[in-house]
């Protein structure tokens, strides 16, 4: 169902059973103090504003960016979602609700844990570190999303340096709500029975998480964030790492793939990593968003979740190579018609097996797992350099990153490319795992890498 103007100035539309599917997940961690898979995109720049104070500038591209992507200030009640069309006085309350500047020596590296769960989107700006932090609920984006809302953020930062008064479009935003993806692809309401059978195959693939490898548990104490995780590939490798790929017929995506696969059964140990029992569990992600109608396809459909995923597994007994072949053949598939058609009654079929697992004994040892998702293109979603043509002011972006919050005691490879690096961040709970762990798998993942594309035995 598309947005409904239900009285002047507010409208809603139903929640879409993904964006309920993933807000259930999101909801899980409340009594921990945690928004589970809540995304957050990081940027550290350059600027050159003056007259105007950056804090102001930024300030007011957030405004604008709530103009531009209305659905960045959508709430959701129950399975309704609304949205109000502010006037002047509403709309600071809601800048000095959801933009956030944090002074003295923060950084990124110290504050993604420390996030707390928020019914808006956020923007934190990071005064010393010259650093921006975008924080939504997994329910309202996804990684591609993200990032292009982070380059929007710039792009409008940059519109609205200059001193004379900018017009916001009041009243005119609603246009750019974006829809449920299933009211996007145009999904029926009743599924028929090849839906359902397609449907059925998807979910049926969270059974490859039983008995499925692990990461041993290790006694730590919980720790607070000192530094992200993270490592980089300079643009010298990178370009290596993707030549190789190419030579070879695979993405660096199925690369990255097999390479966390072989991190997790070096993680296991050698007796687990020689076991022909224990099969490797892990998420394909697919983006829906090539196959959306215009203009939801693009930047437009920014503040929209558009993404699908399912489990696949591998067997202890194959090579990197194979593994990655199987990967290759994997993503190379894309999101197949049956994919696409099935994703309502997939998030109904999911919610219903998630609200079983909620009421039932947990396992023992706790599920665990060593798990990867490449954001694609987030060089083009995110420009290097936002510059007004007048003046010469100029915002210039020198990296990203993006992250989510984990609860459980799986661990996640977060992976992109810009400005020509390939980096890696991990995401996982400091209530389990450390910094050295951290840096361990991280290191694990670019031996791999490293040693089956180019031959080197060492990370340097």
């Not at 006085?89 to 809601?94: A, E, R, S, Y």
């Not at 829809?179 to 028929?192: I, R």
Request: include cysteine; hydrophobic fraction near 40%.
């Amino acid at each position: 169902m598309a947005w409904t103007e239900t009285q002047p100035g507010l409208w809603q539309r139903p929640i879409g059973e993904n964006e309920s599917m993933i807000k259930m997940i999101g909801d899980a961690g409340q009594a921990s103090g945690k928004d589970v898979w809540s995304i957050s995109a990081t940027a550290c720049f350059t600027a050159s504003v003056d007259p105007k104070p950056l804090t102001q500038a930024l300030r007011d591209g957030w405004a604008a960016l709530r103009f531009l992507h209305p659905s960045i200030a959508t709430t959701a009640d129950g399975d309704t979602l609304h949205y109000h069309v502010p006037d002047a006085q509403q709309l600071t309350q809601w800048l000095d609700e959801t933009f956030t500047v944090l002074h003295g020596e923060w950084s990124v590296d110290n504050i993604l844990s420390t996030l707390p769960p928020r019914r808006l989107a956020c923007c934190y700006y990071l005064e010393h570190s010259k650093e921006v932090v975008l924080h939504f609920s997994h329910w309202r984006t996804d990684g591609i999303g993200a990032f292009h809302l982070l380059g929007a953020l710039f792009s409008a930062t940059v519109e609205h340096l200059r001193d004379d008064p900018h017009q916001l479009p009041w009243g005119r935003e609603t246009v750019r709500l974006v829809p449920s993806v299933e009211h996007a692809l145009k999904l029926p309401t009743t599924p028929t029975e090849s839906v359902n059978i397609a449907a059925k195959t998807y979910s049926n693939t969270v059974g490859h998480a039983k008995d499925a490898l692990g990461i041993p548990l290790r006694p730590t104490e919980a720790t607070e964030a000192s530094r992200l995780p993270t490592f980089c590939f300079p643009a010298d490798q990178t370009t290596q790492l993707l030549l190789a790929c190419s030579q070879r017929g695979i993405r660096f995506e199925s690369a990255l793939h097999a390479s966390v696969t072989a991190a997790a059964y070096s993680l296991a140990g050698p007796a687990m990593a020689a076991s022909e029992h224990q099969h490797h569990t892990s998420t394909l992600r697919h983006s829906l968003r090539p196959h959306l109608p215009a203009p939801y396809d693009g930047v437009a459909g920014a503040a929209g979740l558009y993404t699908a995923g399912y489990f696949v597994k591998v067997p202890a007994s194959q090579s990197w190579l194979d593994n990655a072949r199987y990967y290759e053949a994997e993503y190379a598939k894309g999101a197949t018609p049956d994919l696409l058609c099935s994703r309502r009654q997939y998030a109904l079929e999911m919610k219903a097996i998630m609200s079983r697992v909620a009421t039932a004994p947990p396992p023992s040892p706790p599920p665990s797992g060593l798990d990867m998702s490449w954001v694609p293109g987030a060089q083009d979603l995110v420009g290097t350099m936002y510059a007004d043509s007048r003046d010469g002011r100029f915002v210039r972006v020198d990296k990203v990153g993006i992250s989510v919050d984990v609860l459980s005691r799986h661990v996640y490879v977060f992976a992109w490319m810009f400005n020509g690096e390939i980096q890696c961040r991990l995401a996982f709970n400091r209530a389990f795992y450390d910094d050295g762990f951290a840096d361990a798998v991280l290191e694990l993942v670019a031996q791999q890498l490293k040693s089956n594309l180019l031959g080197e035995s060492q990370v340097v």
